[in-house]
């Protein structure tokens, strides 16, 4: 299985603030797909944005956007204009088929 | 995005017996997986489960204690045999989209006493 590392265990963000959660990984594949999952409370996993590793061009999902460094391996998420209903725990995870790999994930919380 | 149920949502059981965990998809899908996630941890892939043929286990894992059935391409079930203490976690089963990524059932919450 591919390796996965989420260095921060937690992050605490002002709301309305920015947050930026790092993500290294491990393949000698060229072609691959990374994601960042996010799990509130509720335990339900929800996928928050993709980005496919031939593409050169960042993902942006509304105020999630990556920062992908193929080079370095590295697969940042940044958070921006930080909400209440974002405290959640956040997964990355990466695959080049259709198993999916995940890192060991990073406490979220918002501070009002 | 499909549409995934499982069943049972939580539950509390006693040790040395099994539970079943139902998985139901609102579409087709070729390929359907279960994932354990213990307290506080990642989700750990247990295996992969395709209608009409056995499912695939990761390592550590072995079908004797996690068997899984897949009678049709929309409903998929996870049973955790002779339970201890140590299979309390998050069950989730999953099925994958057009672009690799995976979509995930609510998860079923296991204690064992």
């Known amino acids: 299985a591919q390796t996965v590392t989420q260095s921060q265990p937690e992050m605490s963000v002002q709301e309305a603030e920015t947050v930026t959660l790092s993500c290294t990984y491990d393949t000698s594949e060229s072609d691959y797909y990374l994601f960042w999952y996010k799990q509130p409370p509720s335990r339900q996993m929800i996928l928050v944005i993709r980005?496919?590793?031939?593409?050169?061009q960042n993902a942006t999902e509304n105020r999630f956007s990556v920062n992908f460094q193929k080079a370095a391996k590295s697969f940042s998420l940044k958070i921006s204009d930080s909400q209440l209903g974002d405290a959640a725990m956040y997964f990355c995870a990466y695959t080049n088929d259709y198993k999916l790999s995940f890192g060991a994930g990073t406490t979220v919380t918002v501070r009002a | 995005s499909a549409v995934i149920s499982q069943k049972p949502s939580r539950d509390i059981c006693q040790r040395g017996t099994s539970l079943t965990i139902q998985c139901q998809v609102d579409s087709q899908v070729t390929m359907m997986f279960w994932y354990r996630q213990q307290p506080g941890q990642s989700l750990t892939l247990i295996a992969t489960?395709?209608?009409?043929?056995?499912?695939?286990?990761e390592s550590g894992f072995v079908i004797d204690k996690f068997p899984i059935s897949r009678p049709n391409l929309t409903f998929s079930t996870l049973t955790v045999s002779n339970m201890s203490p140590e299979d309390s976690s998050i069950y989730l089963c999953?099925?994958?989209?057009?672009?690799?990524?995976?979509?995930f059932g609510p998860g079923t919450r296991l204690t064992v006493l």
């Open positions: 489960a395709n209608q009409g043929s056995e499912a695939t286990y």
């Open positions: 999953s099925v994958t989209g057009g672009s690799n990524e995976q979509f």
């Open positions: 980005q496919e590793a031939y593409k050169q």
